[in-house]
């Protein structure tokens, strides 16, 4: 019997990886800007993706309350500027920070490198993707693992969630080849090993 896994955010990511768990047999739960669904869902799913903007973190986690203690809370965001810059890093993540505001939770940092239309299938042209995993608790990262690989990822345990400072300057190196310099989202990374 696979997990439950909840989805905050019905937008692009939300409803891509949504699809992709559903397609690989996860009972999926996919919630959108509503304070007492989300902690509904807090409540409900051991494992709890955020696939909301970056900004509304505060009101997530607010939302959420207690509910996420012990429970994967996988961040999915990538923390950017209005100007599409960085918004933070070098001595910290928005993961670390997501840490630092629910600390009950076991954050893990992954899918934030992957454009939403691929999502789905953990695909390009045939190719599996690379999935990036950062968190401090080994079996949070381990349950994130498992979910992208049974999605169709190629799944990478990325150490602690420090890392994650380098896995969001990642996902805005995907961006601007995407639409800096016109490569389009039919594109991802791939981890040779
Ligand atoms: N798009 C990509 O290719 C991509 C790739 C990697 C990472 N990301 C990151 O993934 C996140 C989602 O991106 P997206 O493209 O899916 O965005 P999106 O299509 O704009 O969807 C955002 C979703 O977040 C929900 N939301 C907003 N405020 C909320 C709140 N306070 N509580 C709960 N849900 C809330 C919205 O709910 P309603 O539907 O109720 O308005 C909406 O469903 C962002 O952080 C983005 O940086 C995006």
Not at 2 to 25: D, H, P, T, Y
Not at 72 to 81: E, G, I, P, S
């Amino acid at each position: 019997m696979k997990s439950k896994v909840g989805i905050i955010g019905r937008g692009n990511v939300g409803s891509a990886l949504a699809r992709g768990l559903e397609r690989a047999g996860y009972e999926v739960s996919v919630r959108g800007n509503d304070a007492a669904a989300v902690r509904e869902l807090g409540a409900w799913a051991p494992i709890v993706i955020l696939a909301a903007p970056h900004g509304a973190v505060d009101a997530v986690v607010a939302a959420l309350g207690d509910t996420i203690a012990g429970k994967v809370l996988v961040d999915a965001t990538n923390a950017l500027t209005p100007e599409f810059q960085l918004a933070l890093g070098f001595t910290t993540s928005a993961a670390e920070e997501l840490q630092k505001k629910a600390p009950a939770a076991r954050v893990v940092k992954a899918f934030n490198t992957i454009f939403a239309q691929n999502m789905e299938s953990g695909q390009v042209l045939g190719q599996k993707l690379t999935v990036f995993a950062a968190g401090d608790d080994a079996a949070a990262r381990a349950a994130t693992l498992e979910l992208a690989s049974a999605i169709g990822f190629d799944a990478v345990d990325a150490g602690p969630l420090a890392h994650a400072r380098y896995l969001e300057p990642f996902g805005v190196l995907a961006i601007r080849l995407a639409y800096g310099l016109g490569m389009g989202p039919g594109i991802g990374f791939r981890l040779v090993h």
